[in-house]
């Protein structure tokens, strides 16, 4: 750390940040010379690392060559290629993209186009929005009232005036009942939809968001076997559009482009963000499908649009991402290596009393701790377990991204690992010592 004064400000206003200087594949440099394996890519953004030649060459080249045109006006060759792409990868039916800067306008557009087309199909009564308690989907005014994490809603509560409303996680390491089947329990919790839907009355509801994954909140939760399936089958029956949050753990990360390609469902929307720029460009993208799209075009517009949207860079950024996913085979390399990295946390974690359970897929894992691995009760936030982990990572130079849930007592800390795609055996292994370190380290802090 230096005694300079920052001008900037940033989420906490009492740490004196590293000044990053310089990204080296999967470490971050900063000003001092000290290295940080950067074993979350950030939020999981930098899925290919820092600074990867072939997309600081693609950045280059397009800047060179039209940095932006107005899409009042134009569209452009990247945003044409990109969208091509992401739709022949995306399951059946996804015909068009919506590109914006990230991952809320993605959530953003996403409600504004599910509102759009039931008003363009004659049903303007449906204006409910339907996520999960304790959910994520960004920090603007209309992703943040979609979201269901209490803590980050109390101060803007009074402006979150959107008609939303929230059910059941699916998160089996606390809700899944002793003698229930990981089935069954999919099952229970997807009817917590239903039941919402019928209380606000089918043709109130617009559209039901989720993370396929879940990411920020609690640490990598993979979805109970069929639940995605149950929650199609009740959109379906009410009209009500499915869309999945994949802005985290989309693009690859869980080892697939589309995390709900494991899930046996087609949305209607999908959100992405983060790794699609890999955190050289900031871009995230809206993908929709087919009758959507067809329900607007019939009218001709959409009315939404940020200045930014479909950015020639960012687009040509992002569309190389893509092919060096594609050339260097990365989706086999993160199912493969995924499991490897799993079984690494395992003997790491696995009889550590404080680490309740070990979750997540491909290169999307996180641990959950507690203070009691037989009740899971978890340690009491005030005593910081995931700032300490996080202070002592940094210390010894790794990156993670530990969290404390959303309110007291309804989950463990957690630390979520979202390594680059490129990230060596021998780095994946270094990651999970410095863990260990650092884990360790606060737990005695904390446990003592
Ligand atoms: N949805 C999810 C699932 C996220 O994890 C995030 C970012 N953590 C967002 C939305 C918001 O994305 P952004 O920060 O790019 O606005």
């Not at 400000?9 to 010379?33: C, H, M, N, Q």
């Not at 894992?365 to 202070?391: H, T, Y």
Request: aromatic share 8%.
């Amino acid at each position: 750390m230096t005694d300079r004064r920052s001008h900037v400000f940033y989420r906490d206003l009492k740490t004196e940040y590293p000044l990053a200087v310089a990204g080296e594949g999967v470490w971050i440099v900063d000003s001092e010379g000290r290295r940080y394996l950067d074993a979350s890519g950030g939020a999981a953004v930098s899925c290919l690392g820092h600074c990867h030649p072939r997309i600081v060459k693609a950045i280059r080249d397009q800047a060179g060559k039209l940095e932006f045109a107005h899409t009042a006006f134009f569209t452009s060759e990247p945003a044409e290629e990109l969208a091509e792409r992401l739709v022949r990868a995306a399951p059946d039916g996804f015909t068009r993209v919506y590109f914006v800067s990230g991952g809320s306008e993605a959530n953003e557009a996403a409600l504004k186009l599910a509102r759009q087309v039931h008003v363009e199909r004659g049903e303007s009564h449906r204006i409910y929005a339907i996520s999960r308690l304790q959910s994520y989907h960004g920090n603007t005014i209309g992703a943040l009232s979609l979201g269901g994490n209490p803590a980050r809603r109390a101060l803007f509560e009074p402006l979150l005036g959107l008609p939303v409303a929230h059910v059941d996680p699916c998160y089996a390491y606390r809700h899944q009942g002793a003698h229930e089947s990981e089935e069954d329990y999919g099952v229970r919790a997807a009817r917590s939809l239903e039941e919402k839907i019928l209380e606000l009355g089918p043709e109130n509801v617009s559209c039901f968001f989720a993370e396929t994954v879940v990411g920020a909140t609690a640490g990598a939760v993979p979805p109970a076997p069929g639940y995605f399936r149950e929650i199609r089958r009740i959109c379906d029956r009410y009209g009500v559009l499915m869309v999945l949050d994949e802005v985290m753990c989309g693009m690859g990360r869980t080892g697939t482009l589309f995390a709900c390609e494991q899930e046996d469902v087609v949305p209607d929307i999908i959100t992405v963000a983060k790794g699609l720029g890999a955190g050289h460009q900031s871009i995230g993208a809206v993908l929709a499908r087919f009758p959507l799209v067809d329900a607007i075009e019939r009218n001709g517009v959409f009315q939404h649009g940020h200045t930014y949207i479909g950015h020639a860079i960012a687009c040509a950024a992002a569309l190389e991402v893509q092919r060096v996913i594609e050339d260097e085979g990365l989706l086999e390399r993160v199912s493969e290596a995924g499991e490897t990295f799993a079984r690494r946390l395992e003997s790491a974690f696995g009889q550590n009393p404080h680490v309740g359970d070990i979750r997540g897929r491909g290169y999307f894992r996180a641990i959950e701790l507690v203070a009691d691995r037989e009740s899971k009760q978890p340690f009491p936030r005030k005593a910081g377990l995931a700032a300490k982990i996080k202070a002592r990572a940094m210390a010894a130079g790794l990156v993670c991204y530990p969290g404390n849930g959303t309110a007291d007592g309804e989950h463990g800390d957690h630390v979520l690992l979202a390594p680059p795609f490129i990230a060596s055996d021998e780095e994946l292994d270094t990651i999970v010592e410095f863990l260990a370190g650092a884990v360790e380290g606060a737990l005695g802090e904390v446990a003592a």
